[in-house]
C-alpha cells in the first residue's frame, strides 16, 4: 500500500512568515494525526483527528496554528506567524480505527517522511 | 501526565553483540506500546506493537517485551548489523490512541 505522503519535504521561511504543510494519509485509515519533533527530542503530538472531527489538540499552540481535514482525507497544518523556536520536522502519521475500550483493532501507526522546517 | 524515559541515551556496540534497550514510563494505564526506529533525516518506521493484554512481540531479529505493572518495555536486538544503526523510540499509547515518545536511544554499530 501507498505510505504517508507529505509535502513540502523542507521548508525555511523567515520568523513572522507564514507556512502550510499539507498530509495525504493511507487509505481507509481514520485516524490523522500532526506531531512537531524538535531536534534532539521525540515527537510530541499537536493534533489528532478521527475522520474530520478533533479528538485532541491539547498541546497545538492555538494562538499561531491551525489545521484541518477535510472530507476525513488529506490535512493540513498551518503555522502563521512563525517564530524561531518553530524549527522542527512536522510529522504526519495515520493509523486504523481508534476504539475508546481500547479493544480490538489494529493500532498501528505508519508515519510520513515529515517536513523540516527552519525559522530564521 | 504519562512520562517516558529511555535507557541508555546512546549506544555504541562492535557488530553481532546482542543488545537490550529499555524504555520505562509512569502512567501504567496503556493500550499499546509500540518501537518505532528512526533513521537521519527520516520519518519512524514502526518495528513492533505490543497489545497491553500480549507479553511479547518478535519480528526476525527484534523481540520487545512489555510489563505493564512496572512500567518497563525492553527492545532486544540479536546479532547486531551496521544496518541497525538508527534512533530507536517507544512510545506507550493510552485511550485515544495518542503516542508519548521518550527521547530515543541513538544506537550505533561498528563493522
Known amino acids: 500500500e501507498a505510505g504517508v505522503a507529505q509535502s513540502p519535504r523542507y521548508k525555511i521561511i523567515e520568523k513572522r512568515q507564514s507556512v502550510a504543510f499539507w498530509c495525504n494519509p493511507i487509505?481507509?485509515?481514520?485516524?490523522l494525526y500532526w506531531y512537531q519533533q524538535i531536534l534532539g527530542q521525540g515527537p510530541k503530538l499537536l493534533i489528532q483527528?478521527?475522520?474530520?472531527?478533533?479528538?485532541?489538540d491539547s498541546q497545538l499552540p492555538k494562538d499561531r496554528f491551525s489545521a484541518e481535514r477535510l472530507k476525513g482525507v488529506d490535512s493540513t497544518l498551518k503555522i502563521q506567524p512563525a517564530k524561531l523556536e518553530d524549527s522542527a520536522v512536522y510529522l504526519c502519521?495515520?493509523?486504523?480505527?481508534?476504539?475508546?475500550?481500547?479493544?480490538?483493532?489494529?493500532?498501528?501507526?505508519?508515519f510520513g517522511s515529515g517536513t523540516r522546517l527552519t525559522v530564521v | 501526565k504519562q512520562e517516558v524515559t529511555q535507557i541508555p541515551a546512546a549506544l555504541s556496540v562492535p557488530e553481532g553483540e546482542n543488545l537490550v534497550l529499555n524504555c520505562s514510563f509512569t502512567?501504567?494505564?496503556?493500550?499499546?506500546l509500540q518501537w518505532f526506529r528512526q533513521d537521519p533525516g527520516k520519518g519512524l518506521t514502526s518495528l513492533l506493537l505490543i497489545q497491553s493484554s500480549q507479553r511479547e512481540q518478535t519480528s526476525g531479529r527484534l523481540n520487545a517485551s512489555l510489563d505493564k505493572s512496572s512500567g518497563r518495555s525492553t527492545l532486544y536486538i540479536a546479532a547486531s548489523q551496521p544496518g541497525d544503526s538508527a534512533t530507536y523510540l517507544c512510545a506507550p499509547t493510552g485511550a485515544t490512541n495518542k503516542l508519548i515518545f521518550g527521547t530515543g536511544t541513538l544506537l550505533a554499530v561498528q563493522p
Open positions: 483527528f478521527q475522520n474530520n472531527g478533533v479528538v485532541d
Open positions: 502512567d501504567s494505564a496503556i493500550y499499546n
Open positions: 502519521a495515520s493509523s486504523h480505527l481508534f476504539l475508546k475500550t481500547g479493544t480490538g483493532g489494529n493500532y498501528g501507526y505508519t
Open positions: 487509505s481507509g485509515h481514520a485516524t
